[in-house]
DNA sequence: TCTTATTTGTTCGTATGTATT
DNA sequence: GAATACATACGAACAAATAAG
């Protein structure tokens, strides 16, 4: 087997190797040959194959352990509603965890959170701007790191001025039947328009971590913000994900009404 | 200059230089000192920078030009309002091309386009399935190149079914005042709500050269359907973004209408 | 136009380190 | 402890694009 002189060669192995695994001949879990046994195989070196392997991680296509190979990832792009996720319906079944349980279990996983943070804290600039909070107030934070059997795929943290959450059941580690919203509303600030920025970044050495990421992988990060009836923002929720690891869904109509 | 060995030297390398790039020392447009440089200042090989300076490519915070050097990303995150670049409002302020134009020249950058593609073709199927058409139903295809003076900054494709298109003014260069979307209208199918899908792929060569994006770098694609009053798919555009490039926001309300 | 220096792109061979089995 | 697998790094070399003369 020889690759040809046009492009380099870790772009064209990495092209063979992709095809490869969508075509299934790699199929989830399944494990490439080694770095030395595919640098045989193509007549490359070895620091060629890596460099291939590393595009691949860099697109979300594999995993690598150290010790032990390179693995095709197992969990495909999860598909994301945000115009469900947040309606007073949803709320009421009691979906507040819903709507991310249903999109990882209509993939088949398993889906699972950990709260790994619940408190007060001074917000950090951005989210100190995004609820238009004047400096010295304080904000509940909660955050959580989000799993589809084992593979970490999203890290949540939300917020909401102290000033509202404080002495409320949102300091709790269940907020209850319905979720944080649910209880927003019974303290006069059901959300009724909500926005969402999205932009891709360089991920934190926490978020790199937490989620596999390789050097050079870039995050999504969605900033999230809920309003009430008199515009206000009262909660703001940053969602981390994987740049590889989602489809983002968005409906509105021609008409704002 | 010494690195420290806990983490790669290529990733503190690269760690150094954004750091210096977001401080301003390297500023928009301004040209890195050379990999042998480089090398010999950090006290290490030439690969090693040409690596550290790699992550950066994929971050999209640089952009090198063999034989000429490396220089930082001129043109920053652009802001893309969904909701606003579709309303009735927008069109009859003859801002077809509008949204984009305000979106690049709000930077203080030149927008422009070039239209590559106008005819009628057989569609992807990804496309006729997003418009529900039988097999054997041609489109019209729209096919634009844009940039923010002189950079490339989206690829986007639009596609209406030839049964509504045939014979009308969106087959020719100019759409007229309005553009599609009050052309659709004038055909009885004016949009009534949009939807639009985004997630992150591999890019094909075409793009990945347009887009001047590194091997393993990705770009966003957004699969936009326009659906008139009886529901029904009138018009889809696919736009491909180079995904450190953009600011996406969207909104809605809690009760939908 | 041709030549040469500069700059990045790519690759190899080799070596060492670290994690896993 | 030994074998296997990936991670990182160096030095060297040549290719290709660009710029300057």
Known sequence: VSLEPK??????????LREAITRGEYGPGAAL????????????????????????????LVHVERGRGTFVREV????????RRYTRAARERGQARGAFDTEIRQLGFEPSSDLVLVGEIAPPTMIAEALQLSSGKSVLVRKRHMFASQTPVQLATSYVPWSIAQGTQLEQKDTGPGGTYSRLAELGHAPSRFT?????????????AFLRLTE??????????AW??????????????????WLLHYEWSAEPS
Chains 1, 2 share one sequence.
């Open 7 to 16: 492009k380099s060669q870790f772009g064209q192995l990495a092209d063979i």
């Open 33 to 60: 040959p080694s770095e030395p046994e595919l640098a045989a195989r193509y007549g490359v070196s070895r620091p060629t194959v890596n460099r291939a392997i590393l595009i691949l991680r860099n697109e979300g």
């Open 76 to 83: 495909p792009p999860i598909p994301r509603f945000a115009n």
């Open 196 to 208: 969402e920025t999205l932009r891709a970044r360089t991920p934190s050495d926490e978020e790199s």
């Open 216 to 225: 050079g992988q870039l995050v999504i990060e969605i900033l999230h913000i």
């Open 228 to 245: 009430d009836a008199k515009d206000k923002p009262v909660e703001v929720t940053v969602h981390v994900l994987p740049t590889h690891q």
